[in-house]
Nanobody, 126 residues
């Protein structure tokens, strides 16, 4: 398993931006598919975005498409989530997750990932 540490959360006004980071403790970071999930109070954890090992493939949840951008820097063992045009409904704890990359597989469920960070709180005020 990989140790993951998120950072960058905080309080922002509606329409604002934040960039989350996820640092991974592995020497083979490019071998891992990475993803962001989020969990709002009283709700299940939901998929936000995922990125392939080399960063060539991405997928987004419909509710964030066009506003959020997932990226990674394999030289720094770090993944990012740039969040623009934030809305109050984006308020949640954001988690990064990893799994060994499997060619042809795009994983978007929580059970597909085996390493998780501790989460970072994002609060969007109206």
């Amino acid at each position: 398993q990989v140790h993951l540490t998120e950072s960058g959360g905080g309080l922002v006004q509606s329409g604002g931006s934040l960039r989350l980071s996820c640092a991974a403790s592995t020497r083979t970071f490019s071998s891992y598919t990475m993803a962001w999930f989020r969990q709002a109070p009283g709700k299940e954890r939901e998929f936000v975005a995922t990125i392939s090992g080399r960063g060539l493939g991405t997928r987004y949840a419909d509710v964030v498409k066009g506003r959020f951008t997932i990226s990674r820097d394999n030289a720094k063992n770090t993944m990012y989530l740039q969040m623009n045009s934030l809305k109050p409904e984006d308020t949640a704890v954001y988690y990064c997750a990893s799994r060994i990359a499997v060619s042809g597989i795009v994983a978007v469920t929580t059970t597909s990932f085996d390493s998780w960070g501790q989460g970072t709180q994002v609060t969007v005020s109206s």
